[in-house]
């Protein structure tokens, strides 16, 4: 699956679906049904920036973009679409190719 564009004036996933699609990334947390959280752990500062430079890659590539916090040994991202201030699919798209870069 690819991430798709929101236009707005969609509503935010809620309820029995978002638990129902959230269970499919267990490792994110879903922060007040708005948005999801997880950190990334890395032995140093170089593979958590190699990190950081896939995710922004993988995001200009799906036309994504997370938010990505950068530390010594460990990244952390917060996905949410922003045109409508909640979560949608795409969210849980782009989480599983996140996880994706951080299996390989």
Known sequence: MS????????PPLAGDELA???????????VEGHHLERQFEFPNFQ???????????LAEAEGHHP??????????????THKIDGLTES???????IDGLHAS
């Open 91 to 97: 969210d849980f798209v782009l989480a599983a190719k």
């Open 47 to 57: 593979q958590a920036l190699d990190f950081t430079n896939q995710v922004g890659a």
């Open 3 to 10: 991430c798709v564009p929101c236009r707005g004036g969609v």
């Open 20 to 30: 129902r699609i959230s269970a499919q990334v267990a490792d994110w947390n879903v």
């Open 67 to 80: 938010d990505i916090y950068l530390a010594w040994g460990k990244v952390g991202i917060t996905i949410w």
